[in-house]
T-cell receptor, first 114, second 110 residues
Framework: DADVTQTPRNRITKTGKRIMLECSQT?????MYWYRQDPGLGLRLIYYSFDVKDINKGEISDGYSVSRQAQAKFSLSLESAIPNQTALYFC?????????????FGQGTRLTVV | GQNIDQPTEMTATEGAIVQINCTYQTSGFNGLFWYQQHAGEAPTFLSYNVLDGLEEKGRFSSFLSRSKGYSYLLLKELQMKDSASYLC???????????FGTGTRLTVIP
């Protein structure tokens, strides 16, 4: 089983719909992140959390919200999806011995907003 | 803020050596990372440098010069499976978050 699991892996949704992307981890890391990846723009940080009671905005948080339900779970919501939120979304974790690795990534969620 | 630059694309021949450069400007520095990412897949860790010098790990080596804001990833004995994107990332000294370059897409040809 993957250490960082994202669901769903693929999703097509309509403009204006609310959608939630979920992430769970078995690595026991305190830190969790959401990134989006667009061609030519690389990975950009949306939100990050250092523990259950800590939520921080990243580079591009507008239009997104997050919830850290437990140490192992970090979900990303798009309250009203728009087409320019079409992207590949990655959840990542870090902490402990993993600090020398930077971050461990989930397999990604490909989101298409039509 | 962070500014990380790397070439967009490179092509190299199977069996050869290729060097992928990365330059960065950051407000605080706490390490530089290289990741490999095959199309549509998750980035996977390749190397980590926090001090100046060369880190070698099998066919892959990474070099860092903090004074020059410069790193490179060296891939030796290229194989077809090395065709992928290579991401340079800098960890900031404050929140310890990773900031990524746009990635270099490497194509290995026979």
């Amino acid at each position: 089983d993957a250490d960082v699991t994202q669901t769903p892996r693929n999703r097509i949704t309509k403009t204006g719909k609310r959608i939630m992307l979920e992430c769970s981890q078995t690595k026991g890391h305190d830190r969790m992140y959401w990134y989006r990846q667009d061609p030519g723009l690389g990975l950009r940080l949306i939100y990050y959390s250092f523990d259950v009671k800590d939520i921080n905005k990243g580079e591009i948080s507008d239009g997104y919200s997050v919830s850290r339900q437990a140490q192992a779970k970090f979900s990303l919501s798009l309250e009203s999806a728009i087409p320019n939120q079409t992207a590949l979304y990655f959840c990542a974790t870090s902490g402990g011995e993993g600090l020398a690795v930077g971050a461990f990534f989930g397999q990604g969620t490909r989101l298409t907003v039509v | 803020g962070q500014n990380i630059d790397q070439p967009t694309e490179m092509t190299a021949t199977e069996g050869a050596i290729v060097q992928i450069n990365c330059t960065y400007q950051t407000s605080g520095f706490n390490g530089l990372f290289w990741y490999q990412q095959h199309a549509g897949e998750a980035p996977t860790f390749l190397s980590y440098n926090v001090l100046d010098g060369l880190e070698e790990k099998g066919r892959f080596s990474s070099f860092l010069s903090r004074s020059k804001g410069y790193s490179y990833l060296l891939l030796k004995e290229l194989q077809m499976k090395d065709s992928a994107s290579y991401l340079c990332a800098v960890r900031d000294a404050g929140a310890n978050n990773l900031f990524f370059g746009t990635g270099t897409r490497l194509t290995v040809i026979p």
